[in-house]
């Protein structure tokens, strides 16, 4: 069976993103190729977020291509791009704080369902049938990643760390192809740093998924990103494998001017 | 005084269900009461019982306004009816024996909640006392009629007159508006211009009726007939459109007395001074405050057929009954030309039920045959005379009265003019059949 | 020609009216996000302080205005620390739904104390006119404009030239960022409630002088500012003044124009041009005549 | 234990039911059961006045349930709701009395009209955010009153028009059902609405489309980004909202018989946010217990104001003794409800049953503790 080119492939090119004339991202381009892990790492305001934000359709770029699977995601709503197989955490843990881990985790299912507010008006059971199908699947994904006990607890009294794998689980439950990490170790202790790897391993191991990832915690980026792209002033500054990235003086000097990346 | 109201016979009834809810249950007894059974009531007399009267006492429910703005016009006009009643029952009520219950409920000039609070009185009533208000009474009037209830309304639309269930006492706007307008033709002389002034819809369309019908008949100009919407802060527009008509003479039916008081108050800033005439609603005690009273007193008249009150000359022994009733029964109310209104109101009641006791049959059927027997109901000076009988066959009053604002007087009003004729053609005005 | 300059006469005074009100409210949101509809509570008891103060017991009307807003202020302070605080900061729809119940008790408190016939506020004006241009102008509606200009212009001052306004502007901008500057939120959110209460009694007691009288129908003219509000702009002082200008100068007009013009619309049609306006402007333009649109962030 | 891993891999192998589905299965025959006795036992119990109050209850509930769905999941609010009201009560009463529509179809026509009138609406408000959204919702009751005012020759101006259209439908009438009065048939009628409306809610909150709301109330954006037609669902809520909004007002006027532009005004408005805030905003036993409670309170202290003790705090008219008129008083009561209530349970009557329910079942965990406990010391 052969695999198009462009199957699990994100290819950007030429992006420009502006807002009232300040460009936030100037002529990126970068590709992510299929079940690769991406990660971009750059100072504070270099355009890290606005990307992710461009690739899932939040903002609307200026100019510039971004595509997955071959199809192009400018000028898609979020919600469409969602259905091509994107999924992202991100910077501030999103979760729906008043409803239940589980909930969160059926919110993520939300669009490989099709029941909508007439089915539950005309015909309650055929929704309630599709959660049903769904049981087996989630409650198999939360002993995975170590969330039985708080099934039912509503995420707004569930501590950060936990939030930050339950944000995860979410994600994994999309069945994403393109997952998009923004900082996923922000706030996390070392150990909990360590356990969120572990996680992000099962993910991989369970999807056949291509990961953008967004993190200033160097060793772990070092640890699990097959290559990295370095933004500086919404320009890249470089890009590729993480000990030629880690020793390139460019990266040192616009990384928080410091010789401590690569040191580390 | 305080009425008393039938809440205190309240029954629980058996048990339902021993699963039902805690909260619901309580929740649906505070609702209301048990479903009692009615035949309690204690026997005496030779009366027959019947819903409204148990034997002993009338119960005659008013549906008035008490809260809101316009509860102001309503208060006199219901310390009057009240008075008028202490003073009965004081006598022993009805027939010396049989005393009357007055139960007031506020609809707060809502029809939603006026419905719904004659749902609650209409099964205890042997009629009703006081509708106050043209939206209430609008609402209700084909209710009561298919409860065959009779009601005195405080309000006069013409398509009232006629209407088998209702009892009115006062004259309807067009009567006094189209006479009122006669008045100052006359008395301004040569061929003024004619303008109306109502509030926005349905009273905007009774006068536009009323000064098409009077030009029709009496030949002369109306302009325009402008409407005055109740959210209305500031009048200029209104004023603006009256003077830009070159209006002479001003017919207003009842607007809201915070709107006649702004109109009035602006067309005296504006320096535009036309002959105002009002239906007797139009004024109230408080405009005697109103920075431009001097003004509403030189250009403003209004249109009555009630006596104005402590004319003691006009009102004879009756009026001397009414101003005694007012100081003993309601000395805080100060007293108002609407207060006579409301005390000849429930004259009309006293009479009403006596002959209907005398009759032996104070039933709903039985009220209404007496009713139409009545060829004319005499209110003893305090306010002129209707022509009863069949429905279709009453007729309001043929007389006026002309009244002028004067600062200090009861009501902050007296009659310059009484005993005036109304216009033939005024009398002959098409009021709708039923 | 001096219909329509009454008529820009009357519109300015009813216009001036709704942007002091309309004035309150964003000077409230913008700082706390909060939509203060007990803004309409201040404006009925700032009306009714001055009739007791002034008409009752007989202080002089400049006197007894400033003592109602000095006690406004107070009020809408009390209300601010007593109840609003006790919410969560975020939780801004059950502030508004609060702010509403505030509004039902001060109605119902008014009613009790003061009754519910419009009274005669006492003020100096009466029914006195001066002529201008053939047009006779209400001297009432003179001192509204005036004591309405003042306030803005005082508004504005102090937004822009105090330490305390500073602060406020601060807040409004970026909460988060004037944190860290150490500007209180709190003190900023009781600075803000008093200038409101303030400034309402002022509304109220304007909204009453000459031919019109206090009555409990002021309340809703809190609501009557609200289209003021967003049509300038939710976070714009200007915008306010601008909004409430403009909506009473187009409220006056269709009350002239419509009989000549359109008599089947009925003279209730002026009550819902405000709103029509409002309308187009937010489908134009989403974020009022001079608001800002916030970026979304995460 | 080898049986419940068969019967999971197996599908041709039912699952037989736990204790916990049975005990579920219990519960909800029980509730059935529950609600089937107060719906056709209450009309048997009470007088036919407080049935009516009982049936404006529900119309009021049934009104607030669209709320629950708007204002509580979807986290839009919404001042609007009496419009929709309106415009339902306004085409029922005069469909129904001008050109004798069926009572079966009027339903129809009504509830797709206020759907439609909604999700235009809707179309509107998810252009705005909050504050403002709640700022145009006046708008509409603004245009409710100038259109229920001004279109004459179908609403009957300021004055109203009638509203006693038939309730046949077929050989069944619904304002007589057999063997009852008109208070009781229409107590039967507005509470079985009611029922199966509240069923719909509570459907919604437990499956796809709630969670999708709730989504939206709780992050907006975030929902978005996960796959949620955010402009979709928002519309959704607001025709499903008004379309219930409609229902409520064909039965206000099949109550009342009589409609006037004041029965949609601002205060009713108000009074459906107290009776959402008063229930529990989110769900919809809250709307009912609400409406229940809100509604029932307001008429019961109006038609008590002659006893004790309300004859001593309330004036029913000028010159009576009291603290506050009876009007006056519920607006106060109204308002009060409101702060009481968002001070001091924020979710309202159902969060204060939650509320217990944790204390309850903490007290349990005590007492299992403790006990675990005691067997530790002994073993």
Redesign the interface.
């Known amino acids: 069976m052969s695999v198009a080119p462009s199957r699990g492939k994100l290819h950007i090119e030429g992006l420009t993103v502006a ?1 009232g004339g300040v460009k936030v991202l100037d002529d990126v381009s970068l590709t992510a190729d299929a079940g690769e892990v991406l990660a971009i790492i750059g100072p504070n305001g270099a355009g890290k ?1 606005t990307l992710f ?1 461009t690739i ?3 903002y609307a770029p200026q100019s510039g291509t971004v595509a997955f699977d071959g199809e192009s995601l400018v000028g898609r ?3 469409s791009i ?2 091509l197989g994107v ?2 955490t ?3 843990v ?6 239940s881990v589980w ?1 969160n985790l ?3 299912c ?2 490989r ?1 099709r ?3 007439a ?3 005309f015909a ?1 059971w055929r ?2 049938r ?2 049903r199908a769904l049981t ?1 699947e989630l409650d198999e994904l939360l002993s995975t990643f170590g969330l039985d006990d708080v099934r039912s607890s509503l995420v707004s009294d569930l501590p950060h760390g936990i939030n930050k794998r339950v944000e995860l689980v ?1 994600a994994v439950a ?1 069945r994403p192809r393109l997952l998009l990490l ?1 900082e996923p170790t922000a706030g996390l202790n070392t150990l909990e740093t360590a356990e969120f790897a572990e996680h992000l391993q099962v993910a991989r191991r369970r999807l056949d998924v291509t990961i953008a990832l967004i993190e200033h915690d160097m060793p772990f980026v070092l640890s699990s990103a097959d290559r990295i792209h370095v933004l500086n002033f919404g320009r890249t500054v470089t890009s590729g494998p993480p000990a030629e990235v880690a020793a390139d003086p460019r990266v040192i000097e616009a990384y928080l001017g410091t010789t401590e990346v690569a040191g580390r | 005084m305080k009425s008393v109201t039938r809440s205190g016979k309240r029954r629980q009834g058996r048990p339902v269900a021993v699963t039902t809810g805690l909260v619901l249950a309580l929740t649906l007894a505070a609702c209301g009461g048990g479903r009692g059974n009615e035949e309690a009531a204690a026997e005496s007399g030779s009366l027959a019982e019947v819903p409204g009267f148990d034997g002993e006492t009338f119960t005659v429910p008013m549906l008035t306004v008490t809260s809101g703005p316009v509860a102001a016009a309503a208060a006199p006009n219901l310390a009057g009816m009240q008075a008028y009643i202490e003073q009965l029952n004081a006598a022993g009520g009805i027939a010396g024996k049989y005393p009357i219950d007055l139960v007031v409920r506020d609809t707060e000039y809502n029809a939603g909640k006026a419905a719904q609070a004659y749902d609650s009185v209409k099964d205890d009533a042997v009629l009703l006392g006081n509708v106050f208000g043209t939206p209430i009474v609008q609402s209700l009037k084909d209710r009561i009629e298919a409860d065959q209830l009779l009601a005195l309304p405080t309000s006069f639309a013409a398509d009232y007159v006629h209407h088998p269930a209702l009892m009115m006492t006062d004259a309807p706007y067009e009567t006094h508006l189209l006479a009122g307008v006669d008045y100052a033709i006359g008395q301004a002389g040569g061929d003024p211009t004619v303008c109306g002034v109502g509030g926005e819809g349905a009273l905007q369309e009774t006068v536009t009726q009323a000064l098409d019908y009077g030009s029709k008949e009496a030949g002369y100009t109306v302009a325009t007939v402008v409407g005055i919407p109740p959210t209305a802060t500031d009048f200029t527009p209104y004023v603006q459109q009256l003077q830009s008509a070159d209006c002479d003479v001003v017919g207003i039916v009842a607007v809201g007395e915070p709107t006649v008081a702004g109109l009035l108050a602006k067309a005296s800033q504006l320096a535009y001074a036309p002959q105002w005439v009002g239906t007797s609603a139009q004024f109230v005690a408080s405009m005697q405050d109103s920075p431009a009273f001097d003004y509403i007193a030189e250009n403003y008249i209004g249109i009555g057929a009630t006596t104005t009150y402590g004319d003691v000359e006009n009102g004879g022994e009756a009026m001397e009954k009414l101003v005694a009733a007012h100081d003993e029964f309601s000395p805080d109310v100060p007293p108002a030309y609407q207060f006579v209104g409301g005390y000849a109101a429930m004259m009309a009641v006293d009479k009403l039920l006596t002959a209907a006791v005398e009759n032996g049959d104070v039933s709903r059927a039985g009220l209404r045959e007496t009713l139409a027997s009545f060829e004319e109901l005499d209110f003893e000076g305090l306010a002129y005379p209707w022509t009863w009988g069949e429905p279709g066959d009453r007729v309001p009053p043929s007389k006026y009265l002309v009244l002028k604002p004067t600062k200090g007087a009861p009501g902050g009003q007296t009659d310059v003019e009484r005993d005036l004729d109304v216009p033939d053609y005024v009398v002959d005005y098409p009021f709708p059949e039923a | 020609m001096t219909d329509v300059l009454q008529t820009l006469v009357s519109g300015v005074a009813v216009g001036g009216a709704y942007a002091i009100v309309a004035l309150g409210f964003v000077i409230v949101f913008s700082a706390t996000g909060i939509l203060n509809l007990a803004q309409g509570a201040f404006v009925l008891v700032g009306a009714y302080l001055t009739l007791q103060l002034g008409a009752r017991w007989g202080l002089p009307f400049g006197v007894a205005l400033l003592g109602s807003m000095v006690l406004c202020a107070v009020l809408a302070v009390l209300v601010e620390r007593l109840l609003l605080r006790r919410l969560s900061p975020r939780d801004h729809g059950a502030a508004v739904l609060l702010t509403i119940g505030v509004l039902f008790v001060s109605e119902a408190v008014v009613e009790s104390i003061w009754g519910v016939e419009a009274q005669r506020l006492g003020d100096p004006w009466g029914l006195d006119t001066v002529t201008v241009l053939d047009v006779a102008v209400a001297e009432s509606d003179l001192w509204t404009c005036l004591i309405c200009g003042v306030l803005i212009v005082a508004t504005f001052l102090g937004l822009q030239r105090t330490r305390a306004g500073l602060a406020v502007r601060a807040t409004a901008s970026d909460q988060e960022a004037a944190i860290a500057q150490g500007i209180d939120p709190r003190m900023v959110m009781t600075m803000t409630f008093a200038a409101a209460g303030a400034v309402a009694a002022a509304a109220g007691t304007l909204l009453s002088t000459g031919s019109i009288g206090v009555s409990s129908a002021l309340a809703a003219t809190a609501f009557s500012a609200l289209p003021a509000m967003v049509l300038g702009g939710t976070t714009s002082p200007g915008g306010a003044v601008v909004g409430g200008l403009l909506m009473g100068l187009v409220q006056q007009f269709t009350a002239l124009l419509v009989p000549d013009v359109a008599p089947g619309l009925g003279a209730r049609f002026a009550g819902v041009t405000p709103y029509l306006v409002l309308l187009l402007v937010l489908l134009i333009r989403p974020q009022g005549l001079f608001g800002r649109r916030a970026v979304a962030r995460f | 234990m080898a049986t419940v891993v068969r019967s999971d891999t197996d599908p041709a192998v039912r699952p037989r039911p736990t204790p916990a589905r049975r005990s579920g299965v219990v519960r909800r025959v029980l509730a059935a059961a529950v609600v089937l006795v107060l719906l056709l036992g209450t009309p048997l119990y009470f007088v036919d006045s407080t049935l009516a109050t009982l049936a404006y209850c529900a119309v009021f509930a049934l009104g607030a349930l669209g709320l629950t769905i708007l204002t509580g999941y979807a986290g839009q609010l919404s001042i609007a709701q009496p419009f929709f009201i309106g415009v339902g009560a306004y085409l029922s009463a005069y469909l129904g009395v001008e050109s004798g529509w069926n009572v079966l179809a009027l339903t129809v026509l009504v509830v797709v009209a206020g759907g439609v009138l909604g999700a235009l609406a809707g179309l509107v408000a998810v252009r705005l955010s909050g504050i403002e959204l709640a700022i145009v919702s006046i708008a509409l009751i603004a245009f409710g009153d100038y259109l229920f005012n001004q279109w004459k020759s179908v609403t009957g101006g300021e004055n109203g028009r009638s509203a006693a259209f038939s309730l046949e439908i077929g050989g069944l009438d619904l304002a007589a059902l057999p063997g009852m009065t008109r208070s009781q048939s229409l107590f039967v009628v507005c509470w079985t609405a009611v029922l199966l409306v509240a069923l719909v809610a509570r459907a919604i909150r437990r499956q796809r489309a709630g969670r999708a709301m709730m989504a939206i109330r709780e992050h907006e954006r975030a929902a978005e980004v996960i796959g949620i037609d955010v402009r979709a669902y928002k519309i959704g809520a607001f025709a499903l909202a008004s379309a219930i909004g409609a229902l409520a007002g064909l039965l206000y006027a099949a109550l009342q018989q009589y409609i006037t532009p004041l029965d949609f005004d601002l205060n009713t408005a108000v009074l459906f946010l107290a009776i959402v805030v008063v229930g529990g905003v989110d769900r919809p036993l809250g709307a009912v217990l609400g409406a229940l409670l809100v509604y029932g309170a307001v008429q019961w202290v109006s038609s008590h104001v002659d006893s004790w003790p309300f004859d001593a705090l309330l004036s029913s008219f000028q010159g009576d003794a009291g603290l506050m008129p009876i009007g006056s008083f519920l607006t106060f009561f109204t308002g009060l409800l409101l702060i009481v209530v968002l001070l001091w349970e924020p979710q309202g009557l159902v969060g204060l049953g939650a509320r217990a329910k944790r204390r309850i079942a903490s007290w349990d965990v005590a007492a299992r503790l403790r006990r675990d406990h005691r067997d530790e010391e002994t073993s």
Do not use: K, W
Request: net charge neutral.
């Open positions: 807002f977020t934000n899932t359709g939040v709503r979020p919600s969602v259905r999924a992202r991100f910077q501030n999103a979760l729906f704080g008043s409803m909930d059926l919110v993520g939300h669009h369902m029941s909508g507010i089915t539950s008006v309650p929704a309630t599709e959660d087996a979410r999309m923004d």
